[in-house]
């Protein structure tokens, strides 16, 4: 599976064992487990919601190795919870847990005879192959009605990847503010969390801790939730409808976790963003498959179309 977040410094993202600096096994511990396990589930997410650009996630589908792997890292989650556990946390989990039953029934009744064609159809159907406005996966489309709000938003969540060293893999062609890359952006951070556990110690710890909080807080938890109840009533059906669903549940769980709490946005606040000039001329944001380079962020929210406006001729005056 491509991955869309590739750390430029040493070490991996992937969710290998965890050993000590002398190369022994590590003591289980509660805090590593969970945070492994969280790693785990949102990098599941992330595949999910990314178009099939080949076999490979069908594959990893239809094995029943993605609900599979859920499960296990569902458990391990419940399992490394404190005790007693919150109970509205518990039914999170549970709800999470079901979801992942209807993933396992839609594949062995209908997604076992799906080939690759069948997945992209599907995935054009719910998200189309340019920004659906019903279901729109971008999070600079909540929440931004002016095209300067999703610019600063988009700068954001670039400052969040370069903090930590990662960039945009050249293989996937997709914008920073993508749910896929936000969902693996996370995966990404819950796993150097259960790195810094083992070897970084508290101050590089509390950085991690605090980065995954704040991301949730300011990005994931305030547009998700929105988003999760559109894909749901566009879907209809099948497997994006439960994603919808196991997404939304997900989030909640973690906003809980995490002890943020985001202000999610509402129906209201979903207005894409455009930009009327004073002779009328719309602004509106541009369609996606442009690339996934920084330089394209002006583009990508049409804030380069303005600034590029032919200036007033000489002699006569404006205002700004």
Same mark, same amino acid.
């Given at each position: $599976?491509?991955?869309?977040?590739?750390?430029?410094q040493n070490g991996?993202?992937?969710?290998?064992?965890?050993?000590?600096?002398?190369?022994s096994s590590l003591?289980?511990?509660?805090?590593?487990?969970? *945070? @492994?396990?969280?790693?785990?589930?949102?990098?599941?997410?992330?595949?999910?919601y990314l178009y099939?650009?080949?076999?490979? &996630?069908?594959?990893?589908?239809?094995s029943?190795e993605?609900?599979?792997?859920?499960?296990a890292?569902?458990n391990?989650l419940?399992? *490394?919870?404190?005790?007693?556990?919150d109970?509205?946390?518990?039914?999170?989990?549970?709800?999470?847990? +079901?979801?992942f039953?209807?993933?396992? =029934?839609?594949? #062995?009744?209908?997604?076992?005879?799906?080939d690759i064609?069948?997945?992209?159809?599907?995935?054009?159907?719910?998200?189309?192959?340019v920004?659906?406005l019903?279901c729109?996966?971008?999070e600079? @489309?909540f929440g =931004?009605?002016?095209?300067?709000?999703? #610019?600063?938003? $988009?700068?954001d969540?670039?400052g969040?990847y #370069?903090?930590?060293?990662v960039?945009? #893999?050249q293989d996937?062609h997709?914008r920073?503010?993508?749910?896929s890359?936000?969902?693996? &952006?996370?995966?990404?951070?819950?796993?150097?969390?259960?790195?810094?556990?083992?070897?970084?110690g508290p101050?590089?710890?509390k950085?991690v801790?605090?980065?995954?909080?704040?991301?949730?807080?300011e990005?994931?938890g305030?547009?998700?939730?929105?988003f999760?109840? $559109?894909?749901k009533?566009?879907?209809?059906?099948?497997?994006?409808?439960?994603?919808?669903?196991?997404?939304s549940?997900w989030?909640a769980?973690?906003?809980?976790?995490?002890?943020v709490s985001?202000q999610?946005?509402?129906e209201?606040?979903?207005?894409p963003?455009? &930009?009327?000039?004073?002779?009328?001329?719309s602004?509106?944001?541009g369609?996606?498959?442009k690339? =996934?380079e920084l330089?394209?962020?002006?583009?990508?929210?049409?804030?380069?179309? &303005?600034l +590029?406006?032919e200036?007033?001729e000489?002699?006569?005056s404006?205002?700004a």
């Open positions: $599976m491509a991955t869309k977040v590739a750390e430029e991996s993202s992937g969710t290998s064992s965890v050993t000590q600096q002398g190369g003591k289980d511990s509660p805090a590593v487990e969970r *945070a @492994l396990a969280r790693s785990k589930l949102y990098l599941l997410l992330s595949w999910s099939p650009e080949d076999d490979e &996630f069908l594959d990893y589908l239809q029943g993605l609900v599979e792997d859920g499960r890292a569902l391990s419940k399992a *490394a919870l404190p005790t007693p556990t109970k509205d946390a518990e039914e999170v989990l549970q709800g999470i847990a +079901d979801y039953d209807e993933v396992e =029934n839609w594949v #062995s009744s209908e997604g076992v005879n799906w064609q069948d997945l992209r159809d599907e995935h054009r159907r719910v998200f189309s192959n920004i659906a019903d729109p996966p971008y600079t @489309l =931004n009605d002016h095209v300067f709000g999703q #610019s600063y938003v $988009m700068g969540i670039a969040f #370069s903090a930590f060293g960039q945009l #893999s996937i997709e920073l503010d993508h749910l890359v936000e969902l693996e &952006f996370l995966h990404f951070l819950a796993y150097k969390e259960s790195y810094a556990l083992c070897h970084d101050e590089k710890l950085t801790v605090e980065a995954e909080k704040k991301f949730v807080k990005h994931v305030r547009w998700v939730p929105l999760s109840g $559109m894909l009533k566009k879907a209809e059906y099948g497997f994006y409808r439960i994603i919808a669903d196991l997404t549940q989030v769980f973690e906003i809980g976790f995490l002890g985001p999610p946005y509402s209201t606040d979903y207005r963003a455009n &930009f009327v000039s004073p002779e009328g001329t602004f509106e944001c369609a996606q498959d690339g =996934n330089s394209l962020l002006m583009n990508e929210v049409g804030a380069q179309e &303005f +590029d406006k200036k007033p000489s002699g006569q404006g205002t």
